[in-house]
């Protein structure tokens, strides 16, 4: 079946580091790739995507790239802030028909000033 | 703009108590569904739904049942609680199969404890 596998952490920074979270994934076809947000006391949220191959997702200042041939989507920011302080999951969702997403385990960042 | 909204925020039950969880959501979403949140675990996939009338059980049914009757609607029941299902608990709704980049639009979640 379908699996993501992410660091749990925390992974703890300081402020404007270099941020790289890394996600692998397992899937049949050609999957969706997602990395969503989850700021404390809410639900998650949409943080940036990439639908085929090659493609770049960024948004906020966050970006990731599709490699298939390492079967990854790697999250990186150059300069963190505080308010980047949150959960991070990376998600697929596989090609054809009507799909349920995967969810990694999700990784706790905590900026510090 | 209220997006997916869930009620209630916070349950305390007894084990062997019932409950529903309310998920209602005002984007016209044909696809809903419900997840559970656990340390350690992420988000696993109790039930979904791709249209009124229809529902599937996704990778943690047991001890949940759900209905779809209308399209804004789709409430999780817990038919006899047990300490096991202390979670939080997420409902998420998108437009379509997210096998096309559709992403899920959440609530902010329900936790629930059973003692």
């Known amino acids: 079946g379908n699996s993501v596998t992410q660091m749990e952490g925390p992974v703890t920074l300081s402020e404007e580091a270099f941020l790289t979270i890394n996600c692998t994934y397992t899937?049949?076809?050609?999957?969706?790739l997602f990395w969503y947000v989850q700021y404390p006391g809410e639900g998650l949220q949409l943080l940036l995507k990439?639908?085929?191959?090659?493609d770049k997702g960024s948004n906020k200042g966050f970006e990731a790239t599709y490699r298939k041939e390492t079967t990854s989507f790697h999250l990186e920011k150059g300069s963190v802030q505080v308010s980047d302080s949150a959960v991070y999951f990376c998600a697929l969702s596989d090609s054809g028909g009507y799909q349920k997403v995967t969810f990694g385990i999700g990784t706790k960042l905590q900026v510090i000033p | 703009n209220a997006g997916v909204t869930q009620t209630p925020k916070f349950q305390v039950l007894k084990t062997g108590q019932s409950m529903t969880l309310q998920c209602a959501q005002d984007m016209n979403h044909e696809y809903m569904s419900w997840y559970r949140q656990d340390p350690g675990m992420g988000l696993r996939l109790i039930h979904y739904?791709?249209?009124?009338?229809?529902?599937d059980q996704g990778e943690v049914p047991n001890g949940y049942n759900v209905s779809r009757s209308t399209t804004e609607d789709f409430p999780l029941r817990l038919l006899s609680a047990a300490p096991s299902q202390t979670s939080v608990y997420f409902c998420a709704s998108s437009y379509s199969s997210a096998g096309i980049g559709s992403p899920l639009h959440f609530g902010n979640g329900t936790r629930l404890t059973v003692t």
């Open positions: 899937a049949t076809g050609y999957p969706s």
């Open positions: 990439a639908t085929k191959a090659d």
């Open positions: 739904s791709v249209g009124a009338g229809i529902t």
